[in-house]
């Protein structure tokens, strides 16, 4: 079953909305997450870097204000969109490391976001 | 900086076997992983192998690693039409994983 799970699977929203998408992992903490962004017919594009209880780390050309991280306990982090525009549509991926010392890495089943 | 590159596409028939080839540079890499999207949905981790491995059997899959050549490949016994899909292929780099693009598997009937 899925250590990584992510919430809502789909969100459709207004332009100019806020949009929040979870990723908790379910049977292990997790000090470092990850977010991803797929466009169509890529691969993934690493988003940020979240670590818990601090800020979180930026790709460059990765705008820190539009796409919000927090990383607030050792389960769950939140990416949340601001002010969502059409262009904003896209399939978002978290990840979380299960295992420190040897990085073994599961991955959320992703959140489809579409901007009306 | 880290590469993984496969094929875009492969085109098999049904009850053939499907092999899925991928190359990768970081010879550091702790685990490479084989992913599936199926058209519509999220991304389904498949298998994954540890770096000291240099097979591993999951039904009808089968993972070879050959880690001189930086090779990897993902075979699929006996493919189904269930089994269309686009399989990524990832390496494990500082606990980020660095994607390959993706191979479109088509099955001709």
């Known amino acids: 079953g899925a250590v990584v799970s992510q919430h809502p699977s789909w969100v459709i929203c207004k332009s100019g909305t806020s949009v929040k998408i979870e990723c908790r992992s379910l049977?292990?903490?997790?000090?470092?997450m990850f977010w991803y962004r797929q466009f169509p017919k890529q691969s993934l594009m690493l988003m940020a870097t979240?670590?818990?209880?601090?800020?979180?780390?930026?790709e460059q050309g990765v705008e820190k204000d539009k796409f919000l991280i927090n990383h607030a306990s050792l389960t769950l982090s939140t990416l949340t969109v601001t002010s969502a525009h059409p262009e904003d549509s896209s399939f978002y991926i978290c990840?979380?490391?299960?295992?420190?010392?040897?990085?073994?890495?599961?991955f959320g089943e992703g959140s489809r976001l579409t901007v009306l | 900086g880290e590469d993984v590159e496969q094929s875009l596409f492969l085109s098999v028939r049904e009850g053939d076997s499907s092999v899925i080839n991928c190359t990768y540079t970081?010879?550091?890499?702790?685990?490479l992983y084989w992913y599936k999207q199926e058209p519509g949905a999220g991304l389904q981790l498949l298998t994954y192998?540890?770096?000291n491995m240099d097979m591993k059997q999951d039904q009808r899959l089968t993972v070879l690693l050959n880690k001189k050549d930086k090779h990897l490949s993902l075979r699929i016994a006996d493919t189904q039409t269930g089994d269309s899909a686009i399989y990524f292929c990832?390496?494990?780099?500082?606990?980020?994983?660095?994607w390959g693009a993706g191979t479109k598997l088509i099955i001709k009937p």
């Open positions: 990840s979380a490391i299960r295992q420190i010392n040897t990085g073994e890495l599961f």
């Open positions: 049977d292990f903490q997790a000090t470092t």
């Open positions: 979240s670590n818990e209880g601090s800020k979180a780390t930026y």
């Open positions: 970081d010879s550091s890499s702790t685990y």
């Open positions: 192998i540890f770096s």
């Open positions: 990832a390496e494990e780099s500082n606990y980020q994983l660095i």
